[in-house]
């Protein structure tokens, strides 16, 4: 009998626990490596990896996978390759809605961070520098009356937008950038009459700040690049909590080195955890560690879904959140 559970990284709590009441659980010592994850997926060991955004289901390893579900501890299924998951009938879970609230926090933090230079501030208290309250000490930029352009307008895209509102910010959104699509009153519920869509050349050139919450899909890969960096106003604030790679991050780098734009704030990063050269030496960031979902309450939910989805996999249920419902129905 194959084990239910591959668990590659232990869930917080109550993920375990769920887990081992559930089924039977294996939970190697140390992380595996590419190949041995590969081998696990196709040894017949295993029904259902509980897994992680580093560990990477590409098309090879699904080919020869036996395994019929992977639980993703995470909303982000840009690690799997969902086309190759469902033509092999593996079904995947992930974690959405419960870090909603705690991600669209995180892109208000580096909106603030770096609009009020948050980071330099905090290194000038602890080099002993401040002496006092001085009328031109660390200026930095309102956000009352500015611009906030939301890439995305989904779950935390909206949220992001919710937040901003309440700070006197304008919001506008493109839905589905670099392309467009139709989005009727009704879908925009709360926001008619407060959020306007644009198009994506025009948020580009209306925003203040630029707030990234698309998923990294092959039509999000590098949607900030050189080029979309040049057309942005040269005081505008760039902000991803979405994913590294939908920004090309050398040429973020090039336009904040050479006033292209003016400042950045980034969860995320293309090849994390590396940072592209330069990013780390430049004032006008904030750079913080993928901590979008990063709060207590918020990582035991996410374990309580993702040992949830994982459960129902094992017992050849649909899992509360599918991926790739499809997956099964073939
Ligand atoms: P969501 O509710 O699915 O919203 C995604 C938005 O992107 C929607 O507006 C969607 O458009 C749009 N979209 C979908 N596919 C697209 C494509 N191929 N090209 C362009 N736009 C596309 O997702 P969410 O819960 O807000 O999460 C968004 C992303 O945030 C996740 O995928 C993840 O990568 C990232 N994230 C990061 C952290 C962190 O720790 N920093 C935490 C959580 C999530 P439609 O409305 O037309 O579908
Ligand atoms: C985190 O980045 C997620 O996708 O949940
Ligand atoms: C600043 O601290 C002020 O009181 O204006």
């Not at 080029?227 to 040429?251: C, F, I, W, Y």
């Amino acid at each position: 009998m194959p084990t239910d559970f591959l668990v590659t990284t232990a869930l917080p709590d109550p993920g375990m626990t769920m887990l081992h009441e559930a089924g039977s659980v294996v939970l190697p010592r140390a992380r595996l490596s590419s190949d041995e994850l590969a081998e696990a997926c196709r040894s017949g060991e295993f029904r259902v990896v509980v897994a992680q955004l580093g560990d990477i289901f590409d098309e090879s390893l699904l080919n020869a996978a036996t395994i019929t579900g992977i639980s993703n501890y995470a909303v982000g299924v840009n690690n799997i390759d969902i086309a190759s998951a469902t033509r092999q009938s593996i079904m995947v879970g992930n974690t959405p809605g419960v870090l909603t609230d705690a991600t669209a926090d995180l892109a208000m933090l580096l909106i603030l961070g770096v609009a009020r230079r948050c980071v330099e501030a905090d290194q000038f208290v602890r080099s002993g520098k401040f002496t006092g309250w001085q009328p031109e000490l660390l200026l930095g930029h309102d956000i009352t009356g500015k611009t906030l352009g939301i890439a995305g307008f989904g779950r935390i895209g909206r949220a992001t937008a919710r937040r901003a509102l309440s700070f006197g910010m304008h919001v506008a959104f493109c839905p589905r950038p670099p392309g467009d699509r139709a989005v009727a009153d009704g879908e925009l519920g709360e926001f008619a009459g407060k959020a306007t869509h644009l198009s994506w050349p025009e948020l580009i050139e209306a925003s203040d700040f630029l707030s990234l919450h698309v998923p990294l899909t092959d039509e999000t890969h590098h949607l900030v690049n050189g080029d979309v960096l040049s057309r942005m106003k040269t005081s505008a604030v760039l902000v991803n909590t979405a994913r590294g790679p939908v920004v090309d991050e050398q040429a973020l780098v090039s336009a904040l080195s050479n006033g292209v734009i003016a400042g950045a704030g980034l969860d995320v990063y293309e090849a994390e955890p590396e940072l592209a050269r330069g990013l780390a030496d430049l004032p006008n960031t904030v750079l913080l560690p993928h901590v979008g979902s990063a709060t207590i309450a918020v990582r035991a939910n996410m374990a309580r879904l993702c040992a949830a989805n994982a459960i129902a996999m094992a017992r050849a249920e649909v899992p509360p959140h599918p991926v790739n419902p499809e997956a099964w129905n073939r």
